[in-house]
């Protein structure tokens, strides 16, 4: 099955900075990659995804590139503010509409 | 737009006990996914429910069991419960209409403690 694997364990940044999270995958049929952020005592935010025949998405603050061939995909936040602080989780999926978690990235933005 | 519910928030059994975890999916939605997430663990797929039958299923033993119902609402039931199974379970409804994979949306979680 499919394998995703989400590095840094953790991000600290300074508000107004970027934070880039980046995951890799196994399974050269997935095909949609989603975003998710949970927040403490919450169940997962979908907060943008992209799908194998786009490259890049964008969306306000957030965008997502894909790298097909290296199999790998980034979640990138542009002016972060202290509400992004959270946990984010890339996934993956090969048409069976079924997510494959990485074990989630804490970011934490000091103000 | 009706989102995800989940009930009850939080629930605490002992092991051997047996669990039923209830889910409304989102409006328009037909399809419900169920997700354990163990604590700073991603979530991991447990089965999936389209058109009140299992469409899919992770690496779970065959104690954890579903239901969907005409209204596309959907249950979790864990027989025999183990310390292990002690975790967030999380629910997502979609829309599957044969084709791409389309957008998971998750309920808030039934928070589990099994003593």
């Known amino acids: 099955g499919e394998n995703v694997e989400q590095h840094p364990s953790t991000l600290s940044v300074q508000e107004g900075d970027s934070a880039v999270i980046k995951c890799t995958y196994s399974d050269s049929a997935s095909n949609y990659f989603p975003w998710y952020k949970q927040e403490l005592g919450k169940g997962p935010q979908l907060i943008i995804d992209?799908?194998?025949?786009?490259g890049e998405k964008k969306d306000q603050q957030i965008a997502v590139t894909l790298n097909k061939t290296a199999k790998h995909f980034s979640l990138h936040i542009t002016e972060t503010q202290p509400e992004d602080s959270a946990v984010y989780f890339c996934a993956a999926t090969d048409g069976n509409n079924r997510l494959a978690f990485g074990k989630g990235n804490q970011v934490v933005v000091i103000p | 737009e009706t989102g995800v519910t989940q009930s009850p928030t939080h629930l605490i059994k002992t092991r051997g006990q047996q669990v039923t975890l209830r889910c409304s999916s989102q409006?328009?939605?037909?399809?419900v996914s169920w997700y354990q997430q163990a604590l700073g663990q991603g979530p991991q797929f447990i089965f999936q429910y389209y058109r009140e039958e299992e469409n899919g299923r992770g690496n779970f033993p065959p104690r954890f069991s579903g239901l969907q119902f005409p209204n596309y609402s959907s249950e979790l039931n864990v027989n025999a419960l183990e310390l292990d199974d002690s975790a967030l379970y999380l629910c997502?409804?979609?829309?599957?209409?044969?084709?791409?994979?389309?957008?998971?949306?998750f309920g808030p979680g039934t928070r589990l403690t099994v003593l």
């Open positions: 997502a409804s979609s829309l599957f209409t044969g084709g791409a994979d389309n957008e998971q949306f």
């Open positions: 409006s328009g939605h037909n399809t």
């Open positions: 992209i799908r194998s025949n786009v």
